[in-house]
């Protein structure tokens, strides 16, 4: 396969004066998780039905695997399957009445249909709630019943939009393994969230998506490196000394000082995208002026920028969700 799994070229989608995608350059590799990140409203949702099919572009151009995705979508479709942000299965059904007949209707004859549901809910650890309703499953289950549901017949590109919203974390972790065992069996993976160390954790390349635009694009690692080679992490012994500390970190680092919803914790950036060097010196100064003005520190730490700060830098407000 020479083509790219996906490959866009001034996609636009637009809902009356609403441009949803606005002019999106994509190139997504094979074998691998791309991340499309972004806040409630950004376009993600509109870009993946696109797609995949589900809506007609109104510019630009999109490939999947070489196929246009208006002229060539019965090619594109047979190539591709899609889990939405709500489960697709039906809920009066059991488990396996839900995959078998999926199974049948992609063509697997009976004996074919059940061996193949029986394999799914053992390997996405449902075979004890194979004979209960969906109705009655838990929403991690829920979530794993439904992208069994879109590997029954293993695709070449899979689309996950975000597929982990409302979970709780060991739900989350759950579903993270089932997509990282369906990449290493060679599914390209095209992940929606807005879940920032979701998407540290499972994409190789990740694009920020912000008013149907993409306004950044690379490896998570790359994408911290430009906006700072270090971050500062201050724990205060009273929180009532907030205030001050941030006022001096504001003068001594020269940036913005993020106070995050924990009391005694503030956040900042400290030196230049290629200094890491400076970034220490900044930190040191920064500690040292803390214990001047008899500020007590529980904890202070210099690390590379998080997703969230990128998402902060680049957007210039928080994202909707923030895991």
Do not use: C
């Not at 499309?36 to 490939?63: E, F, I």
């Not at 942000?85 to 488990?95: F, N, P, R």
């Not at 924990?262 to 803390?290: F, I, K, N, Y």
């Amino acid at each position: 396969m020479s083509a790219p799994a996906i490959e866009t070229s001034g996609l636009v989608k637009t809902f009356g004066d609403n441009r949803a995608v606005d002019g999106v350059d994509l190139t997504v590799p094979h074998g691998t998780v791309y991340g499309l990140l972004g806040p409630n409203g950004a376009g993600k949702t509109t870009l993946v039905r696109v797609l995949a099919t589900l809506l007609r572009p109104d510019g630009g151009q999109a490939r999947v695997f070489g196929r246009d995705v208006v002229r060539e979508a019965d090619a594109v479709r047979s190539r591709v399957s899609l889990t939405g942000q709500y489960a697709s299965v039906d809920e009066d059904l059991t488990g396996t009445e839900n995959l078998v007949l999926l199974a049948r209707l992609l063509g697997h004859g009976k004996r074919a249909a059940r061996d193949r549901a029986a394999q799914l809910l053992e390997a996405f650890g449902l075979t004890d709630a194979a004979g209960r309703q969906v109705k009655k499953y838990s929403g991690g289950m829920r979530r794993r019943i439904d992208i069994a549901a879109s590997i029954l017949n293993t695709p070449d590109l899979l689309f996950l939009d975000e597929p982990t919203t409302g979970l709780d974390p060991r739900s989350r972790n759950q579903v993270w393994d089932i997509i990282r065992v369906v990449v290493a069996h060679g599914t390209t993976v095209l992940l929606t969230t807005q879940y920032l160390d979701e998407a540290d954790r499972l994409a190789g390349r990740i694009a920020v998506i912000d008013h149907g635009k993409v306004i950044a694009e690379g490896t998570p690692g790359s994408l911290k490196a430009s906006i700072g080679s270090g971050t500062v992490h201050v724990r205060l012994r009273d929180a009532a000394q907030r205030p001050e500390a941030e006022r001096l970190l504001t003068t001594v680092l020269g940036t913005s000082v993020q106070a995050g919803t924990d009391p005694v914790a503030l956040t900042a950036r400290a030196g230049s995208a290629d200094s890491e060097r400076g970034a220490a010196e900044h930190a040191s100064r920064a500690l040292a002026a803390l214990a001047d003005a008899g500020i007590l520190v529980d904890d202070f730490s210099l690390g590379q920028p998080s997703l969230d700060e990128v998402f902060l830098a680049l957007t210039d407000r928080k994202p909707e969700a923030v895991a």
